[in-house]
């Protein structure tokens, strides 16, 4: 019988958590013929990344997986022979007494944030032992072959070559978004949390000596942008210039649709977990705007994985691409830490593909999942 898989998902930053959980569901059972359940809380979250699900279905199954609406009050079900309890969700306790009450305990798993510190090597696969005897392992996704890796599908490089070295499919994918590139333009993805820097940044790529064009999925930074604007609101469709800047508001898109928004871009400004993976795996310069938290924890976050990703550029690229990433997450002023990056630019491009390629040699998150379980039986 196939192994069976457990996996739940409380949805707190918008689509960070549920983003995550789903692609590891789908590649779980494309690529290991895995038997997935997927618990989410909020199927409406769930439906924006899969635009055929329905938020009122108790259970509905998709690509392969089972995906169930987490209730307020527990129902009982058969535990799985994993549990990956996500970023630290807490299971329902009737469901951790059932999980003990097996002939073989079930493996569990809290699958933690990703994170560049220093410290998740030495963490990552620990045990904590729990009440009713059991023990929970922790899973630390990671950039080092002493972690548990990054979400990636097997095929996925291969496919990002592909689709980058065919101009057709790029306007081909752009128009069924309604985007017709213009000659020259330098085209920008912007996915963030509201965010003070923005305006300024703005101003840099309206002033650009190059056109640019800015592609933004309907989100959080919407009003952001609409601010700076002089606009009440911004939907999907809308279109508006200033300077050498075009602003173009896109409708929430597909997982497998925003990847491919990634690699058809020239740069992309992401956010939190899921879309900041996606984008290294663009092989294309990003932006990384971290999930704000208490006390500025996350920008020791910020801080080692740019002194990783740094080591491949030179003094002076790394300077400005410094500058840049840490004037974004404190809202500071982007204007000179851009104008910077303009003349690094082959530099920032290289290294990207690079990066690129050095992660994919590394055994990706969901076979290094299941390895783990095979080395637990």
């Known amino acids: 019988m196939r192994p069976t898989w457990d996996i739940f998902c409380r949805v707190i930053d918008n689509y960070g958590d549920i983003g995550v959980t789903w692609r590891l569901a789908r590649q779980l059972v494309a690529e290991h013929d895995q038997a997935v359940r997927l618990w989410v809380d909020d199927p409406r979250a769930f439906c924006r990344l899969c635009p055929q699900a329905n938020s009122q279905d108790a259970m509905q199954i998709h690509q392969g997986v089972a995906v169930h609406q987490w209730p307020s009050e527990w129902q009982p079900v058969s535990t799985a022979d994993v549990v990956i309890e996500a970023f630290g969700c807490e299971l329902p306790d009737a469901y951790v007494d059932a999980m003990a009450q097996r002939a073989r305990s079930s493996l569990w798993l809290n699958l ?32 080092t072959p002493r972690t548990g890796g990054l979400l990636r599908e097997n095929e996925l490089i291969a496919q990002r070559q592909r689709f980058q070295q065919d101009p057709a499919a790029r306007v081909a994918f752009l128009k069924h978004l309604g985007v017709t590139p213009e000659p020259n333009a330098r085209l920008i993805s912007l996915f963030a949390y509201e965010n003070p820097a923005l305006a300024s940044w703005l101003e840099a790529l309206a002033n650009s000596t190059q056109p640019v064009q800015l592609l933004v999925p309907e989100g959080r930074i919407i009003a952001d942008l609409a601010r700076w604007l002089g606009l009440d609101e911004l939907a999907p469709g809308d279109l508006h210039r200033r300077d050498a800047l075009t602003v173009q508001v896109l409708p929430f898109v597909s997982q497998d649709d925003y990847d491919r928004l990634l690699w058809s871009c020239d740069f992309n400004a992401v956010r939190g977990e899921d879309s900041f993976v996606r984008a290294q795996w663009a092989g294309r310069p990003l932006l990384w705007q971290l999930y704000p938290q208490q006390q500025e924890a996350h920008l020791d976050k910020l801080d080692a994985f740019l002194t990783r990703y740094g080591k491949g550029l030179s003094v002076t690229t790394n300077a400005a691409l410094q500058a840049q990433w840490q004037a974004w997450n404190r809202g500071e002023d982007m204007q000179a830490s851009w104008q910077a990056l303009q003349h690094a630019w082959p530099e920032l491009s290289a290294e990207a593909e690079n990066w690129c390629q050095q992660q994919a040699e590394q055994t990706n998150m969901a076979a290094a999942l299941v390895q783990f379980y095979l080395n637990w039986l």
């Open 112 to 143: 933690e944030y990703l994170s560049a510190e220093t410290w998740v090597d030495g963490c990552h696969g620990l045990p904590s032992l729990q009440p009713r005897g059991l023990h929970k392992f922790f899973f630390f996704p990671g950039f």
